[in-house]
């Protein structure tokens, strides 16, 4: 009898039509600083037992967790490998860790519910295979890696459950944590983990990976899609993708304008979304960008006070979260959330 295949395991969000996934990626753009700090620790035999990663959506966190992974599970912490954290391409552990196959390594993020629906959050369920899959004797080289993709999306008890795997780690055992905002996670959680930040990427560097990745479009529509992308190289495939770029400009248009949102013009646009297939997801990405990329630059001027907007960012994304989780009507949500925003700005001043 085939093998049934888990629901969960088919969802891939991070999935770019047109990219390879990140897990097929072998190439890691623009992060030279990050890995040097990995393959510093890997190859002198010190890793911590989690690495918490932290950046923007889209600056490479699962491409980098990928290729630790691949490392780890070919070399172990050795320095048999090369110092850059490379695999070859025909190597049997890349091409299982493409496939998705490798027993050595567990991917857990967040699933399809029993209806088919994607779920809110990442679950007790979800993180219950963590004992099983530690449980199995380790393949070859002793190690077994964990993606978790993302830990934002843990509820309470998936947190617990991780916390208490981190209080007690098996031997030869990393987790890597990838996270889009880390403030959100447990103290203890962030404190048993070592701290690995991924920066935006360059102007040079989106520049020489979206002429890689986009042969067919004009550099003027590349240098389009990096400037509207905040070096995220994942935001700016997908801008590339149909009405990509139009969204990301609406959404910018929304936060510029928060405290005086236009009704009509809100009203059109969740016309248009729900001709655009995930159009409303897209759109939520990109206001969230949108907004993080302006409490940062304020946050770095020295400006205080922003504890408002921080709240009224997380309302934003737990509020579209559930709108296409459960399939609910794209103009309520634009309506609320441009009410939640125009409030925000008269309580906390402009963003």
Not at 3 to 11: G, I, L, S, W
Not at 290 to 314: F, H, N, P
Request: proline share 5%.
């Amino acid at each position: 009898m085939a093998r049934k295949v888990r629901v969960a395991e088919t969802v891939e969000l991070d999935r770019v039509e047109g990219a390879p996934h990140p897990r097929e990626t072998l190439s890691l753009a623009g992060q030279d600083a990050a890995l040097a700090i990995v393959a510093r620790a890997l190859r002198r035999a010190r890793p911590p037992q989690a690495w918490l990663m932290c950046g923007p959506p889209g600056v490479g966190k699962a491409t980098m967790a990928y290729r630790i992974a691949r490392y780890l599970l070919a070399y172990g912490a050795t320095t048999d490998g090369p110092g850059d954290l490379s695999v070859p391409e025909h190597d049997p552990v890349t091409m299982q860790v493409a496939a998705g196959s490798h027993p050595g390594l567990l991917v857990l993020k967040r699933g399809l519910n029993a209806a088919g629906k994607l779920m809110t959050v990442l679950g007790v369920d979800e993180m219950s295979r963590l004992n099983g899959f530690f449980g199995m004797t380790s393949g070859a080289g002793g190690w077994r890696v964990v993606i978790i993709d993302t830990a934002d999306d843990m509820n309470d008890n998936a947190a617990n459950a991780l916390l208490k795997l981190l209080e007690e780690p098996p031997k030869r055992a990393m987790l890597l944590l990838l996270t889009n905002t880390p403030g959100r996670l447990l103290p203890t959680i962030r404190s048993r983990c070592q701290r690995l930040l991924l920066k935006p990427l360059s102007d040079a560097d989106m520049q020489r990976e979206l002429a890689r990745l986009l042969p067919e479009a004009s550099a003027e529509e590349r240098a389009a899609l990096a400037q509207l992308s905040g070096g995220s190289l994942g935001a700016a495939l997908r801008l590339g993708q149909g009405e990509g770029v139009a969204l990301a400009r609406d959404a910018l248009r929304l936060i510029e304008n928060a405290a005086q949102p236009d009704i009509p013009a809100l009203l059109s646009l969740s016309d248009r979304l729900a001709r655009i297939s995930d159009g409303l997801d897209m759109l939520g990405d990109f206001m969230a960008q949108a907004l993080t990329d302006r409490i940062r630059a304020r946050a770095m001027a020295g400006q205080t006070g922003l504890y408002k907007w921080v709240d009224a960012l997380e309302r934003m994304r737990r509020h579209f979260g559930r709108t296409d989780a459960l399939h609910l009507d794209p103009r309520q949500s634009l309506l609320s959330t441009a009410r939640d925003l125009a409030a925000t700005s008269h309580r906390a001043g402009k963003i």
